[in-house]
């Protein structure tokens, strides 16, 4: 979603964050993690998003608990702040067409 377009604030800061937690959850090895995060960054950049607000979503998606969301536990925070859980495993082929079948 191209910054300038004509949604409101909390979308734009929730977007960023989104994708970074994506990758917390999927990318098993710190290395990958960082590298998709550092690959979507300069998209979002390129997308006209702020570095502060990037930085931002960041440090607060490299804060999850890959563990705790992975076993559902409810606390996927190491800084015990909120986090809404989301449902990943929609990306696994397998799955996502089975769930489409519903």
Request: charged share 25%; aromatic share 6%.
């Amino acid at each position: 979603l191209h910054r300038r377009s004509a949604h409101s604030q909390h979308v734009f800061s929730g977007i960023p964050f989104s994708q970074y937690r994506r990758a917390v959850v999927i990318c098993s090895k710190e290395e990958n993690k960082l590298e998709s995060i550092n690959r979507m960054e300069k998209k979002f950049t390129d997308s006209g998003y702020g570095q502060e607000d990037l930085q931002t979503a960041e440090a607060k998606a490299l804060l999850l608990d890959r563990a705790a969301i992975l076993a559902g536990t409810g606390d996927s925070s190491k800084s015990k702040g909120n986090v809404v859980m989301a449902c990943v495993v929609y990306q696994h082929p397998t799955i996502r067409k089975e769930l489409n079948k519903f």
